[in-house]
């Protein structure tokens, strides 16, 4: 499984932006895919997470309400839309997958994209 995101960019407090992460493979309905996100100097922080199959969601608690994660399979294709974004968002997002085990720690993850930057400033 290979997986490419997009969609970053630079955009002001409060705008919107959709992120999205195009998988090459075979997705099963066991897969976990994820959003994480980095800023200099810290570490990767868990952002959402959706079940390939049943599309059960989870999101971390700086995101809760603003953040939603969706996934089109026909696409194989996750997407993160981002509302209201704040200048405490901007960092480098990945997505992320893994069979099986729901988790939000990035070191169980498989795969990862190469990362797509937001910036949110005025």
């Known amino acids: 499984v290979q997986l490419q995101a997009s969609g970053g960019g630079l955009v002001q407090p409060g705008d919107s932006l959709r992120l999205s992460c195009a998988a090459t493979?075979?997705?099963?309905?066991?897969?976990?895919m994820a959003w994480f996100r980095q800023s200099p100097g810290k570490e990767r922080e868990f952002v959402a997470r959706?079940?390939?199959?049943?599309?059960?969601?989870f999101y971390g608690n700086s995101v809760k309400g603003r953040f939603t994660i969706s996934r089109d399979s026909a696409k194989n294709t996750v997407y993160l839309q981002m509302n209201s974004l704040k200048p405490e968002d901007t960092a480098v997002y990945f997505c992320?997958?893994?069979?099986?085990?729901?988790?939000?720690?990035?070191?169980?993850?498989?795969?990862w994209g190469q990362g797509t930057l937001v910036t949110v400033s005025s």
């Open positions: 493979g075979h997705i099963e309905r066991t897969y976990l």
């Open positions: 959706i079940t390939w199959g049943p599309q059960q969601t």
């Open positions: 992320a997958a893994r069979r099986g085990l729901i988790t939000s720690n990035p070191s169980q993850f498989t795969y």
